[in-house]
């Protein structure tokens, strides 16, 4: 893509959109699908601890880096590149080769009903399942980019030099990157709060607190998408609190309270009265074009199976939808699907989709 | 944060020249480069006499940055990191191997949360036996809570028919594998790791027996302390913790133990100490109780990154 012009000439409307379509597509990625995301969109998912928001971005990464078709076989990828930048320093590789295979081998075995998608166990201890297919598992793993970054120089180094990185990248593979994953923005929050934020050498010295590492941040993110459009999505670990909790926190826990919170906002959500706090600067909610609310739920699970299944209810905040979906992740050694719910209204359809 | 006058003698391009139009846009060391924006720097840079001297001087800083970094690494290399380093490490006690998958893992961070009298330290003690016959390990003791004693204990129980010398040999070289520290303070926590690491860049180097776990027992107890009032210091000393944890656990391939204690909660349950801050650091949070007036205990996950929270197990001790 790179720089290509914007307008070809001799080309109706009609022509230009095709083109940009095809170039720039709209992605649904469960259980985002709600809203279409494409390139240039920056998309916030929002939950508190542990929600889901690891295994989104993994999924969507896995759509990115898997092909469109390969050897006859539909895979409905992208085949581009995909950057994951681990803030959390949390990622678990082997559970991410476990996805993949399982997604290879449901596109190759073409039919979604659990059945067919058994594994076997996999061996003991460390051991991974053997790729179904190992060419295509080894040649979409290269395709995924990965970097640990254990605190905010570490971070903004790597989004200084990302630019040519992507240059680097896209000459060693051919494509470009397409998503870029950080998990999770607000993971160096605290300690950037607590250094210092005096400043140094009379007034022209900036030092490293939370407020300028912010704004470095939402600069290269924008400088970077001009040249390089890509799709970014973030995770942001929240407090979820309802009236209740935040009250008693206040009043018994000390250890709890955040009356020093500068930054914190209620954000209500329509049907459930579910506030989060923002601790985000307003430099970084001004860059979010999308934003999804996740969050675990204790509902039962009505399917007859009741082990290693979580469910979760998502929520989309930024555009606001009026419906919350639930989904459930399920153990993929055991198992196969990442299934989604549609409720709406105290009416639920099934509705079952298998990646 | 050296000054950039340091570098001039291994990168001579970085001249008192560059450092002086460095020095008028406030910028006086490497890490200063990280907040300010190059672009702009470099068009500065155009309006000057010796634009294209600074414009490389700018291009250099860029791979010293490049540097500041941990490895891009794809998903190939990191699958092969994990199948040669990232074993599990057994506990020894059957219910908790079988529900982890085969004990704590190496490269990742295990916090074991339980009330008081729960059986945690036993849990450590029980780990600690197991571990030190083949490998090396730290234990960090906040509480004076180590016992030799009950080490050789465990150690007895699981040679049952093993004789007396064979038994003694185990026994001094399971011993001789443990190094127990006291710590009292997070501070002095923080020396003894930041010791650790360094010895641990030099070994690498030269090989030798290698530290494969690390128990901090209790780690609550050094953080408790720091948290709470109206100052954000606890919560960057905790995340600091944390994160050098997971530093050690992933770069030098240890398996990290923490244990927490419990709080009460709003309508008289009880929930995990350190708070929300603390919850998204560990990769693997296990609760552990204990049936009153028996040995008989529970461990269920409450997070795992890879199993669904709410697994259990039981066992004995």
Sequence with gaps: MGSKAWLVEDESAREMLDRVLTERPFLLLPPLHRVPLRVGNIVEIVGPSPS????????????????????????????????????????????FSDLLNHRIMEAANGSSSEVDCQIKESEAQNATTKPYNEELFASCMRRFLYIRCYDSSEFLATLKTLHYRLQKERETHGVNVHVLLIDSIGAFHWIDRGSSSFSLEGDTRKSLHLQSVTETVVQEIRKLLLVHPMLVMATKAAVLGNRYSMNDSKRNYRTWSAKDNLHSRNVTSSDQQVPYREYMPAVWQSLITHRILVRTTDADFVNGEHQNVSTYLSEWLLPPLNSVDKFIVRDVRKHSCFAVFKKKNQISTLSFSCI | MAPLKNLETEYPIIDSNFQNFCASHGIFSVEDFLIHDLYMLAA?????????????????????????????????????????????????????????????????????????????????????????????????????????????YFLGKTNELASAQAKNQILQKVMSNILCHSVFDIFAMFDVLHQLESNLRCQERGGGCRIRLLIVDSISLLIAPVLGGTSTRGRALMASAGYLLKKLAHQHNLAVLVINHTVGSEGGTSKPALGDSWKSIPHSRLLLSCDRGSNVYNVSILKHPSMASGKAARFVI
């Design chain 1, 52 to 95: 889901a928001k690891t295994h989104i971005l993994i999924q969507a990464a896995i759509t990115c880096i898997l092909p469109r078709q390969w050897k006859g076989v539909n895979y409905g990828g992208l085949g581009h590149l995909a950057m994951f930048l681990d803030l959390d320093c949390r990622f678990d590789i082997s559970r």
């Design chain 2, 44 to 152: 500065f840079a155009e309006q000057n006499v010796s634009s294209e001297r600074l414009k490389e001087g700018i291009t250099q800083i860029l791979s010293i940055i490049d540097d500041m970094h941990q490895p891009w690494l794809n998903g190939m290399e990191l699958l092969e990191d994990a199948k040669r380093n990232k074993h599990f490490l057994p506990t020894g006690i059957q219910g908790v191997d079988l529900l982890l998958g085969g004990g704590i893992r190496v490269g990742q961070l295990t916090e074991l949360v339980g009330p008081s009298a729960s059986g945690k330290t036993q849990v450590c003690l029980q780990t600690a036996s197991n571990v030190a016959r083949n490998y090396m390990m730290l234990y960090l003791d906040t509480g004076n809570s180590f016992s030799p004693q009950r080490i050789a």
